[in-house]
């Protein structure tokens, strides 16, 4: 299924039922009295948060969610039935917006969480309400209330605890291969990540983090060129960046160069974003003879002016990694405590 982690839809609150006039009609009861019921109130929309769900992409098909309306009263006082409550299922990180306002209405993080996103309709009452000392048979009765109407528009980001950065081909794909049970695509060309990828990095027997790919940036990215930048939000909620750097990348280009690109455009983005602790990972270490690659992994770092953790490995052949993925675990359940 194609990864759709926008999507804009209509959403109508039922209608509440209306109250009626009636009088008590019985034999032998000659003056009865009103007896017109109020109406039902009308359905509310709520949105939930889905577990089993991981786009938005049904949202292509259906663009417009109605809830039940109240049904009206009736005579012997009797209460219109209550429309029933909608509940759309969507992603959990799921973002939610008043389209015409720009409001931000909420924030989906957790599996059945809810929000309320459109009003029902209060019930109109029944002529039984309007009975008084004064007046001991009125003919008055009001309509329910119509249901709110919104236009929302849905955004997803994805919930992972460590994100990947990095250029097309930095081997990205390759290490969530090598650490998780994800399986992106990977190939000897770029772009071949081209929605995000979610992995869930088992270390022990009760431990885990999840991981998330994006697509490989490239310089301009912050100007729409590229893939990468229309999903940079996904790693908004990361608690740690991964930054993978080709030590030997295809081409002209070079790590260090490769490397400052991709901070560049990280600050362009959002300076929230580029402030997120970030660990520097040169990938694919297994192209060149031990010697050289202490070498060009301390040129690489003295270039960039790294002050963060270093870290080396070839995804490839998983050397490295499992240090890393243990690394990550300290520092996640050091910043739970």
């Given at each position: 299924m194609r990864f759709i982690d926008e999507a804009t839809i209509k959403v109508i609150a039922g209608d509440g039922g209306n109250g009626v006039i009636s009088f008590r009609r019985e034999k032998f009861i000659p003056f009865g009295g009103p007896d017109g019921g109020d109406g039902g109130d009308g359905g509310d929309v709520y949105l939930i948060g889905d577990g089993n769900l991981n786009t938005l992409a049904d949202f292509r098909h259906i663009r417009t969610y109605t809830s039940e309306s109240g049904k009206k009263g009736a005579g012997r006082g009797m209460t219109g039935h209550s429309g029933?409550?909608?509940?759309?299922?969507?992603?959990v990180g799921t973002l939610i917006y008043d389209e015409d306002t720009g409001e931000q209405l909420?924030?989906?993080?957790?599996?059945?969480?809810?929000?309320?996103?459109?009003?029902?309709?209060?019930?109109?009452?029944?002529?039984?309400?309007?009975?008084?000392?004064?007046?001991?048979?009125?003919?008055?009765?009001?309509?329910?209330?119509?249901?709110e109407r919104r236009q929302l528009r849905l955004e997803l980001k994805v919930l992972a605890d460590v994100g990947l950065l990095g250029m097309p081909n930095a081997g990205k794909s390759t290490f969530i291969r090598a650490v998780s049970a994800a399986t992106p695509k990977v190939a000897d060309y770029p772009f071949t990540t081209l929605v995000p990828n979610l992995g869930v990095v088992r270390v022990g027997d009760y431990q885990s983090f999840v991981i998330a790919d994006i697509p490989g940036?490239?310089?301009g990215a912050s100007d729409g060129a590229g893939l990468g930048i229309q999903f940079l939000k996904h790693l908004?909620?990361?608690?740690?960046?991964?930054?993978?750097?080709?030590?030997?990348?295809?081409?002209?280009?070079?790590?260090?160069?490769?490397?400052?690109?991709?901070?560049i455009e990280l600050e362009k983005y959002s300076k929230e974003l580029a402030d997120k602790e970030r660990w520097l990972v040169i990938n694919k270490t297994d192209l060149l003879p031990a010697d050289e690659l202490e070498l060009k992994v301390k040129e690489i770092t003295q270039a960039l002016d790294w002050k963060g953790p270093v870290y080396t490995m070839s995804a490839l052949s998983k050397t490295g990694t499992q240090d890393i993925v243990y690394d990550i675990m300290k520092y996640l359940e050091n910043k739970d405590d």
């Open positions: 029933e409550d909608l509940l759309i299922p969507v992603p909420g924030d989906l993080t957790e599996i059945g969480q809810k929000i309320k996103v459109a009003q029902g309709g209060w019930h109109g009452l029944g002529n039984i309400r309007y009975k008084s000392s004064v007046n001991q048979a009125p003919r008055k009765c009001t309509p329910g209330s119509p249901g940036l490239i310089e908004s909620r990361t608690t740690l960046l991964l930054h993978i750097v080709d030590i030997a990348p295809f081409g002209q280009s070079n790590p260090v160069d490769d490397a400052k690109k991709i901070l």
